[in-house]
């Protein structure tokens, strides 16, 4: 074996179920490798992940990537973003990178001897309600669902008030997006933003308080 610096982390898992019960187990990872942020849009089966709904790491790498090439092609920005759906999200904001979290997910896997459909779907259900929390080394909580495709049958995200992350209304982040990368200017005004919200298919925003949550996913992505 190599001579690298290896530290230990308890994984814990349980079903949220009327009777809950808990596991917990110890995984070895390279010390480097936990510390490492790389924005990785590459998601490896059998998983199923949308890093611009759920990573901020990503999302900032993506404004980034975006903001020099968006004149080129506005037709696939705006298709990327529609990707965000239209629902509410929870957003990952911790420093692990893609790559970190299915490191861990394909531990895990491989710890409870899952490594087939058939064996993820009895673990984790297959039932829409049905699903598993699993805590990550970071003290994050990741939820695990079954999806129903040959290949992809691990879904998941951010559970549900974790710790590093925060929720979000679909418009209010593809609002936010749309902004940096078509106009980007500091100080921000509500024509500037209703300007770029019909690319999208979004009406003019009215509302003070939708307002002012799209200025806060702004600065948070600027941060």
């Known amino acids: 074996m190599k001579n690298t610096n290896y530290i230990f982390i308890k994984v814990t898992d349980y079903e949220n179920s009327g009777l809950r019960t808990k596991q917990t187990f110890i995984i070895f990872f390279p010390l480097v490798y936990l510390c490492t942020m790389n924005t990785d849009f590459h998601i490896p089966e059998p998983f ?15 404004i980034y990537q975006n903001v020099d090439h968006s004149g080129s092609d506005i037709q696939r920005l705006t298709r990327d973003l529609k990707h ?14 893609i790559r970190n979290i299915f490191a861990e997910a394909e531990e895990l896997l491989r710890q409870k001897n899952i490594s087939d459909r058939e064996s993820y779907s009895a673990w984790a259900g ?39 992350t925060f929720r979000v209304k679909s418009n209010t982040l593809k609002s936010a997006l749309i902004y940096l990368i078509i106009i980007g200017k500091d100080f921000i005004t ?16 009215k509302d003070p308080i939708d307002t002012e949550a799209i200025l806060e996913m702004i600065e948070i992505l600027r941060s």
Request: one cysteine or more; hydrophobic letters at 40%; proline letters at 6%.
């Open 126 to 164: 297959t039932k829409i309600e049905c699903f598993r929390i699993i805590t990550f080394s970071d003290g994050s909580k990741w939820t695990f669902k079954f999806h129903d495709h040959p290949q992809r049958f691990v879904h998941i995200f951010p559970a549900r008030s974790s710790q590093h």
């Open 190 to 205: 509500g024509d500037d933003l209703n300007k770029v919200r019909p690319l999208l298919g979004l009406s003019p925003v």
């Open 48 to 62: 199923v992940f949308n890093p611009i709904k759920h990573h901020l790491g990503f999302i900032k790498e993506f």
């Open 84 to 97: 965000i759906g239209t629902s509410v999200m929870d957003i990952y904001t911790g420093a692990m990178s």
